[in-house]
């Protein structure tokens, strides 16, 4: 069975951008910002508000696209590689 590139990505980019999203609007609502602060050194623009929320989650798409899309590929590529021999 192969993978769909392109759905694994979409699937994890809509998953981390989501994730992002409801953390950073957690954070902000219970404290705790400074911990959150490290990734403005990945996403630029980023910060913990409701803009910088939603900047958070574009670029948590994008993350999470590239990755879906990479473990698809690798995992496409060790089926090829290695294929299944039987039920067990």
Same mark, same amino acid.
């Given at each position: 069975?192969?993978?769909?590139?392109? *759905?694994?990505? #979409? *699937?994890?980019? #809509?998953?981390?951008?989501?994730?992002?999203?409801?953390?950073?609007?957690?954070?902000?609502?219970?404290?705790?910002?400074? *911990?959150?602060?490290?990734?403005?050194?990945?996403?630029?623009?980023?910060?913990?508000?409701?803009?910088? *929320?939603?900047?958070?989650?574009?670029?948590?798409?994008?993350?999470?696209?590239?990755?879906?899309?990479?473990?698809?590929?690798?995992?496409?590529?060790?089926?090829?590689?290695?294929?299944?021999?039987?039920?067990?």
């Amino acid at each position: 069975m192969k993978l769909n590139k392109a *759905a694994l990505g #979409i *699937a994890l980019g #809509i998953c981390w951008g989501a994730s992002l999203v409801l953390a950073t609007l957690w954070v902000r609502v219970v404290g705790g910002e400074e *911990a959150f602060e490290v990734l403005t050194r990945f996403y630029p623009g980023y910060s913990v508000t409701i803009p910088g *929320a939603l900047i958070g989650m574009i670029y948590g798409f994008i993350d999470g696209f590239i990755y879906g899309f990479f473990l698809a590929w690798l995992y496409n590529s060790m089926v090829a590689r290695f294929p299944s021999e039987g039920n067990g």
